[in-house]
């Protein structure tokens, strides 16, 4: 009788907060949505499109675009339907069944859930109780290893791991591939994306979803040595960028002074929502117990009362992340925040 692997009917979808709220702060997009003078002339592109043809299976506008916007070469970059794609692409084509992947926790979910599916053995390595990493530690457990993945700056926790500890981790374990997932590194300034020629093993991600802006159009991008990307870009599914995605992201991707400015505002913005959580978090100690200074678009508070607030907030019409101890909320435009910040401060109010 034909039977499933256990490894996939175990599986559990990815479940995003559906249905509709005034406020959406769960998803860490960005909050800025394309100008319309932009998305006119994305919709003349898409106009000009030969719709019965394949795409370029390497997205040669998107990486030329891309690389130049954070001076790198295209012939490192690959393109991918989401890093998501991209993440998952790296460990079936760089790793063995069997072989050994290191993450941290807390960390980004889905790295356990494609190594699982992919047949490789999962190690996590604890935070500390900072939050931080424990670079010894993860040094540590990727001597015994074939490869690390791990989000810098760190979804959930907002927060990062100095360029000179990821160096350090690299130099250490020259037989392990160090994946770097740099989805937040927009709004931080301790990129390694100009160590990929320096340092065989390492993989550098990217994303248009986060400070770009894109994240409907579902495109991320592995970065690593010419060599390494020769490879993958061999062993990726040819057509795995779409034409309409690839025409919007490399109209937007050469737009670098608007981009720019959307992700200062996003800081500025993610700065002030930091400064209210930690006002309400004084004034309400017991219940929200640390809010961690953030590198990214997002505010991460340890509560131990993380699901009565989120669903307070969600009946309020805000939408933010619940995680077992607590709450990351993304940054939104100024009336958002102020709606989500009286929300909060009537919601902790002593009944
Ligand atoms: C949002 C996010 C991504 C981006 O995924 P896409 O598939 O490119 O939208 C990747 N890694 C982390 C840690 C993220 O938070």
């Known amino acids: 009788m034909f039977k499933l692997p256990d490894k996939v009917t175990q599986l559990k979808p990815y479940d995003p907060i559906t249905g509709s709220y005034a406020v959406r702060l769960d998803a860490n997009e960005s909050y800025f949505d394309l100008p319309q003078v932009l998305k006119d002339k ?8 030969d719709f019965n043809r394949y795409p370029d299976p390497i997205a040669t506008e998107v990486i030329e675009a891309f690389a130049a916007y954070y001076n790198l070469s295209p012939d490192c970059v690959t393109a991918g339907n989401g890093s998501d794609e991209i993440i998952t692409l790296l460990l079936n084509t760089f790793m063995e069944k069997g072989q050994k992947l290191v993450t941290v926790s807390p960390d980004f979910s889905m790295y356990g859930v494609y190594a699982e599916l992919a047949e490789i053995e999962v190690m996590t390595v604890q935070k ?30 907002s927060l990062g791991m100095p360029r000179a500890d990821v160096v350090r981790l690299i130099e250490a374990v020259p037989d392990c591939m160090v994946i770097v997932d740099e989805a937040y590194m927009d709004f931080w300034d301790e990129s390694v994306l100009d160590l990929i020629n320096k340092y ?57 002074t608007l981009l720019q400015h959307c992700r200062d505002e996003i800081i500025v913005q993610t700065q002030r929502l930091y400064t209210a959580i930690t006002e309400l978090s004084q004034r309400y100690p017991d219940l929200l117990e640390t809010v961690y200074a953030p590198r990214t678009n997002f505010v991460f508070v340890k509560t131990a009362y993380a699901r009565e607030i989120f669903e307070q907030l969600q009946k309020a019409g805000i939408a933010v992340r619940c995680f077992p101890h607590g709450l990351r909320i993304c940054a939104g435009t100024r009336r ?12 902790l109010q002593p009944k």
Do not use: H, W
Not at 42 to 49: F, L, S, T, Y
Not at 148 to 153: E, L
């Open 42 to 49: 994305i919709a003349d592109q898409i106009e000009q499109i």
């Open 336 to 347: 958002e925040q102020t709606l989500l910040i009286s929300e909060l401060d009537r919601i």
């Open 128 to 157: 500390k109780e900072n939050l931080q990493i424990d670079t010894d530690a993860l040094i540590a457990a990727c001597k015994e290893a074939n490869a690390v993945v791990f989000s810098n700056p760190c979804n959930p926790t």
């Open 200 to 256: 065989p093993n390492l993989i550098v991600l990217r994303t248009c979803s986060k400070a770009i802006g894109l994240a409907a159009a579902r495109m991320g991008f592995a970065v690593m040595d010419p060599y390494k990307t020769g490879l993958l870009r061999a062993a990726k599914s040819p057509y795995n960028c779409d034409a309409i995605s690839q025409k919007i992201c490399a109209t937007v991707l050469k737009e670098q």
